[in-house]
């Protein structure tokens, strides 16, 4: 073989050998145990992705964010994937503040488990974010998740539990606020929010106990990171004060929630997946791919806690509703 066939037969060999080598995608979560994250890995694995996953979990403290991101850029993914709204707000930065010496412009990132990226300032329209950046909704919209709560009962008074310390959360009761007037309904809301203005586990049966006071005759419970890990507790309370509760996410009906419109996380992480393999494999840009929900959410009771309670469904419910039994 001649030098120069030599030569050849090696660039041919090492672009074979880099065209095998696994896509390397940097996983951000809040917190662990959200089953979009697994969804999220099954997917590109069954789509037959050779990929490489390194996982920083940030515990819900945003601090920690500068040295991921510092890490990041020490050795550049293909893709980042981000798990909630306060850690893709961290990575990218909101519209309007984002900063390339702070935050990730360069590499695309793919969220999931953000409740209302219009709100929360990450993009202006769904339909192409126009930066670097798409990703997968969870929460079916406000008006949606209103109707739903008014085909189980009649409402005079709703009861909201939030963390105004989050700025989607406030964007979401601003909203809600307007639904509700619209509808003539009186909204109650109460948060667990101490004299620093951080939320504290502690003061949680408080606030449950406060709006207990109140007597709404639903109480509804967005998707707050704060709340997530003590799910538990907030359905205990419920049941021990008498509180009909509608829940915005799979979690919280895992918990005790009494009924709720969901997606399961499981699908969302999936979603998010099948737009990390369209950027991956072809080559799409993730400023025009789409920002999506599931295309079906499931309207589910918890039998256990609706006995408890005292309401059973209605008969046009359970034409369509999926019934928990445990």
Do not use: W
Request: hydrophobic share 45%; with cysteine; glycine share 8%.
């Amino acid at each position: 073989m001649t030098a120069r066939a030599f030569l050849a037969a090696l660039l041919l060999l090492s672009a074979a050998s880099a065209s095998a080598a696994p896509y390397r995608v940097f996983m951000v979560i809040h917190r662990t145990g959200a089953e979009a994250d697994q969804g999220f890995r099954d997917y590109l694995l069954s789509a037959g992705l050779e990929v490489e996953f390194t996982v920083r979990n940030i515990e819900g403290d945003a601090t920690r964010l500068p040295a991921v991101i510092q890490e990041i850029r020490a050795r550049p993914p293909d893709l980042i994937y981000a798990q909630s709204t306060l850690v893709t707000e961290g990575l990218v930065g909101r519209l309007g503040e984002v900063d390339p010496a702070r935050h990730i412009t360069d590499v695309p990132v793919v969220f999931a488990m953000v409740s209302d990226p219009i709100a929360s300032g990450l993009v202006t329209r769904l339909e192409g974010s126009g930066r670097n950046l798409t990703g997968a909704v969870h929460v079916a919209s406000l008006p949606v998740q209103l109707k739903a709560m008014q085909s189980f009962m009649p409402l005079k008074r709703l009861g909201v539990a939030y963390n105004p310390s989050e700025p989607s959360q406030r964007n979401m009761f601003d909203k809600l606020k307007q639904l509700t007037a619209q509808a003539g309904i009186e909204l109650v809301a109460v948060h667990p929010l101490g004299k620093d203005g951080k939320p504290d586990a502690a003061r949680l049966p408080a606030m449950m106990q406060a709006l207990a006071a109140r007597r709404p005759d639903l109480v509804y419970l967005p998707p707050v990171n704060f709340f997530a890990p003590h799910s538990q507790l907030l359905m205990d309370e419920a049941i021990r004060l008498g509180l009909p509760t509608f829940c915005a996410i799979e979690v919280q009906l895992e918990a005790g929630g009494m009924m709720g419109l969901v997606a399961p996380f499981y699908n969302v992480g999936g979603l998010a997946g099948f737009k990390a393999t369209q950027i991956l494999r072809e080559h799409r840009s993730a400023a025009e791919l789409p920002v999506e929900t599931l295309s079906r959410f499931s309207f589910e009771v918890n039998m256990p806690a609706a006995h408890a309670l005292g309401l059973y469904p209605p008969m046009h419910i359970l034409r369509y509703a999926r019934l928990r039994e445990r």
